[in-house]
């Protein structure tokens, strides 16, 4: 099946600070998004990215799908963006997935936003 | 407002007794699925529907059953549970699946099987 690669695994940040994260893929996808899941456990949707690039806010993503990799943009970090970050990713049918529209899930991203 | 809701939110139970994870959508979505989080293993698909009396096994179907009767109903039922059942569970929905399709997660529902 379809590998799904975040880095970095943990993030320190102190409040204002920028950073990227990482998004990698090894095989085609037709469904590419991003989610933050906040420290109540809520899966929170960021971004529906399969290709092409996006902002909302503080926020951005851009997926470079002939590439295999996405990546998320924060600006300006606020304690509340802390939590785990992840990439989830729906491989093409022809690429063999064994569930059409199963999203398989990286191991995330853990964000910590210090004061 | 569009959403995925999921009851109850919290459950502590023990083994054998049997439970159901409700999911309901109000997006009038074809595709719905259940997935498990464990630490260190991330998100794993349970069973996913894509549409109305048709449900088929994801990554780790062992120990659920779903069925699907309504298009806005997918409910998630542990006949026997046992403590390595013990999870994170959310419920997805998408209008179609697969291309071009984003995916809607419920709040999860947190289970301990003691």
């Known amino acids: 099946g379809i590998q799904v690669e975040q880095s970095p695994p943990d993030l320190i940040l102190q409040e204002g600070a920028n950073s990227t994260l990482r998004c990698n893929f090894s095989?085609?996808?037709?469904?590419l998004q991003w989610f933050h899941q906040n420290p109540w456990g809520q899966l929170i949707n960021l971004f529906y990215?399969?290709?092409g690039t996006k902002q909302n806010g503080r926020l951005s993503a851009t997926t470079v799908a002939t590439e295999r990799y996405s990546l998320l943009y924060i600006s300006s970090s606020q304690t509340t963006d802390s939590g785990v970050y992840f990439c989830?990713?729906?491989?093409?049918?022809?690429?063999?997935?064994?569930?059409?529209?199963?999203?398989?899930f990286g191991q995330g991203t853990i964000l910590t936003v210090h004061p | 407002e569009a959403q995925v809701t999921q009851n109850p939110r919290y459950l502590i139970t023990v083994t054998g007794k049997k439970l159901t994870v409700t999911c309901s959508q109000n997006?009038?979505?074809?595709?719905m699925s259940w997935y498990r989080q464990d630490p260190g293993l991330g998100l794993r698909q349970i069973y996913y529907s894509m549409n109305v009396e048709v449900t088929d096994k994801g990554d780790v179907p062992e120990g659920y059953k779903v069925s699907r009767k309504e298009k806005r109903n997918f409910p998630l039922i542990l006949e026997s549970p046992s403590p390595n059942q013990t999870s994170l569970y959310f419920c997805a929905s998408s209008e179609l699946a697969g291309a071009y399709n984003e995916q809607f997660f419920g709040p999860g529902t947190r289970l301990t099987v003691l």
């Open positions: 990215i399969p290709s």
């Open positions: 095989d085609s996808v037709n469904n």
């Open positions: 989830a990713v729906s491989g093409t049918f022809n690429a063999g997935g064994t569930s059409y529209g199963k999203l398989t």
């Open positions: 997006m009038n979505h074809e595709y």
